[in-house]
């Protein structure tokens, strides 16, 4: 597998940030609503990051926002795309969310991208349209539970 998953820390934002502007898909409308600040305040409000790193570099990170129940980002750099990394990435994530207690998380995704039919993969189930015209993604504990066969 690609990559070492580890907790992000303040030294990797920088580097989030920089792979967050340099997707294919997803790409922000605006790319000024995303400052390096909102990885600091979702993080020590709660949230978690994780980075998967590879010879010192990020080839994908998540950043879980607790505090709304919400996958903030989640995006893999286009050159380690389908190896595995956003999976890793999501399954890390998704295990801390509802072993903190989560019950039910959500989240936002274009649609007709790749990343819309990798969460439908991973069990999410849509439950509507955002304000922004972003599809809107439920998963719920149980339902994660049952995918990866806890009882």
């Not at 998967?52 to 050159?79: M, S, Y």
């Not at 990435?89 to 039910?104: K, N, R, V």
Request: aromatic letters at 10%; a positive charge.
């Amino acid at each position: 597998m690609n990559g070492n998953i580890r907790l992000a820390t303040d030294a990797d934002f920088a580097g989030m940030h920089r792979l967050r502007m340099s997707v294919l898909e997803n790409r922000l409308r605006d790319p000024q609503s995303v400052q390096l600040e909102d990885y600091r305040r979702i993080v020590a409000d709660g949230g978690r990051g994780w980075v998967c790193e590879e010879q010192g570099h990020v080839i994908g990170f998540a950043v879980a926002d607790f505090k709304r129940t919400n996958v903030w980002a989640l995006f893999v750099d286009p050159a380690q795309e389908r190896k595995g990394v956003g999976r890793r990435l999501h399954d890390t994530m998704m295990e801390w969310f509802f072993a903190s207690g989560a019950s039910c998380v959500w989240l936002g995704t274009g649609t007709g991208t790749r990343a819309q039919g990798f969460y439908e993969a991973a069990g999410w189930r849509r439950i509507g349209t955002l304000p922004n015209g972003e599809a809107c993604y439920e998963l719920r504990r149980d339902d994660w539970q049952q995918r990866i066969g806890h009882r």
